[in-house]
């Protein structure tokens, strides 16, 4: 028997929609077609309003006020961007559903490179299959079996501080699992940001599927045990901050968790934990690292990779909600992550180094992978590359430059960032797909990143050149997949967000991180 599909979930009139999406999700009051690539579905519900001008650095409100909305710019995505956005989203999800093993729930770091398995990815993967549920892409009895086989996995892998055949140490997972046997791969770290990114995943399961079957019921019961299980105090190495990460070998990482970046949802899941919380101090820590600055015309929180301004808001919905530190700024946390956006695209017009095929529609820079690790000539100008790379753009300070740029563009940049600024990632995504044609956008959507400066044939370590278009990734990257696809849902139907706003432990970590405001306020969920 196919079972029903997850029920959609419209906001309800508490939820203080962000101005972006609410004409949008208004419209929305009956679950959408579940026919894949059928545009004219979403026609009668996409105005979509573009969120709130940049405000003025130094201007904060009073402590007890809430800033007021700010008139907004209306937008209206195309036929042509709405076919492609089901495009994007069935060939992204297919990834994950397709790629993932099976029989453990173990999803690649990269494919069709396969080396091991990323903890993250994992995430995301659990993230994926209720969307593919709401898209009619599989059963709902599919995704429950795939999603209970890969809580079990995780639960059962082994646990303790050797230094090899474990899967983790006080309930976190190393950030790489070999595919054999889902222990750490070789000499990796066990990690509290993929850790997290994993409990993204393994949270959204646990509110996602909430009938009354044996299948059901057991994934909610292995899923609050794994969050359950981690020690968030134990990775406090110089309180009251968060380390990075630690190996058997030498200890903890000498490196901490300081704003902003993708850290915040480690402080918010360490936060909400019921048995191992961390202290309510570190928030505010963590805050006192952020950097406050301009950068090409908006104000905000900076941070130079774009994942550091998506990874966070893929689970949790920070629109209409504030901690101290974003309310004195007037704003919110999606609003800063429209900032980011804008400011990254207004580097790639600006295009200060001279790359090819940079401006208003294509632009996008993130971690991601590159062509070569080596020194070259582009356009008469010496531009060092590299494979794996934080590529960004900013004023947030780093000591190892806050524009870093080789001319490498990743998709999921623009994509990932859909929801906050609508009006210029639509089309970015169109214009990537139509320039680059099958060079960049296949089976699986999008490659993980391309380059058009390098279009003379020339060695390189990963990929490869099309002369005359230019280099283009071999691998789609599940941390990089992952951002695609929910980001795409949360601006068609806000599936993950609405689940998520009813999760106790996202709950409980907003709140015990000061957050205020919105749907927070109007939840009335004993914790």
């Known amino acids: 028997m196919v079972l029903q599909p997850l029920p959609f979930h419209p906001p309800r009139a508490d939820h203080a929609v962000h101005p972006t999406l609410s004409p949008y999700v208004s ?8 026919v894949a690539r059928s545009a004219a579905r979403f026609i009668a519900a996409c105005t979509l309003l573009a969120t709130l001008p940049a405000c003025r650095s130094g201007t904060a409100p009073a402590a007890a006020s809430r800033p007021a909305p700010s008139p907004t710019v209306a937008y209206g995505p195309s036929v042509r961007e709405l076919a492609l956005a089901d495009t994007v989203a069935e060939r992204t999800f297919r990834w994950f559903w397709e790629t993932t093993d099976s029989t453990t729930g173990l999803a690649h770091d990269r494919w069709p490179k396969r080396d091991f398995s990323s903890v993250a990815s994992i995430g995301f993967a659990l993230t994926a299959y209720p969307i593919g549920v709401e898209r009619g892409w599989i059963t709902r009895k599919q995704a429950a079996r795939r999603t209970l086989v890969t809580l079990r996995y995780l639960w059962a892998l082994p646990q303790g501080p050797e230094q090899a055949g474990m899967g983790g140490y006080k309930g976190f997972f190393y950030h790489f699992l070999r595919y054999e046997d889902g222990r750490r791969y070789k000499d990796v770290e066990l990690s509290t940001i993929d850790t997290s990114l994993l409990l993204g995943g393994v949270l959204f399961a646990q509110s996602s599927y ?3 079957d044996s299948s059901e019921v057991a994934i909610r019961a292995v899923a609050d045990s794994i969050y359950r299980r981690v020690d968030w105090p134990w990775a406090v190495a110089r309180a009251p901050l968060v380390s990075m990460g630690w190996t058997p070998e030498s200890g903890f990482i000498r490196a901490d968790w300081t704003g902003y970046n993708e850290g915040m949802i480690v402080y918010i899941l360490g936060l ?21 600055r301009e950068y090409r015309g908006q104000a905000h929180a900076n941070f130079s990779p774009l994942f550091g301004h998506q990874y966070s808001h893929v689970w949790i919905d920070f629109r209409g909600i504030q901690d101290r530190w974003i309310l004195e700024k007037g704003i919110d946390w999606f609003e800063n992550s429209r900032r980011a956006t804008l400011s990254q695209r207004e580097y790639a017009i600006a295009n200060p180094r001279g790359f090819t095929g940079y401006g208003d529609d294509i632009w996008g820079l993130t971690a ?3 062509p070569a690790d080596t020194l070259v000539s582009i356009n008469g100008r010496p531009v060092q590359l590299h494979t794996y790379w934080a ?7 780093d000591p190892h430059g806050s524009e870093r740029d080789d001319g490498t563009i990743a998709p999921t940049a623009a994509i990932g960032s859909l929801p906050f600024a609508p009006e210029v990632a639509f089309p970015a995504m169109v214009a990537m797909r139509e320039r680059y044609g099958s060079m960049l956008f296949g089976r699986y959507g999008f490659r993980d990143s391309f380059n058009p400066s390098l279009v003379t044939p020339m060695p390189v370590r990963m990929g490869r050149i099309e002369p005359g278009l230019g280099w283009v990734a071999g691998d789609h990257l599940g941390i990089d997949q992952g951002p695609i696809l929910a980001m795409l849902e949360n601006y068609r139907s806000e599936l993950v967000w609405n689940v998520m706003r009813t999760n106790p432990h ?3 970590g907003l709140r015990r991180a000061g957050f205020t405001g919105g749907w927070l306020d109007s939840t009335h969920m004993r914790l």
Do not use: K, V, Y
């Open 368 to 370: 991601s992978d590159g």
């Open 506 to 508: 996202i709950i409980r």
């Open 27 to 34: 419209a929305m009051t009956t679950p959408p077609l579940r």
């Open 391 to 397: 590529r960004g753009a900013s004023a947030d300070g």
């Open 272 to 292: 909400g934990s019921p048995t191992h919380p961390l202290q309510s101090e570190s928030w505010a820590a963590w805050s006192r690292t952020n950097q406050w």
């Open 210 to 212: 909430s009938q009354g």
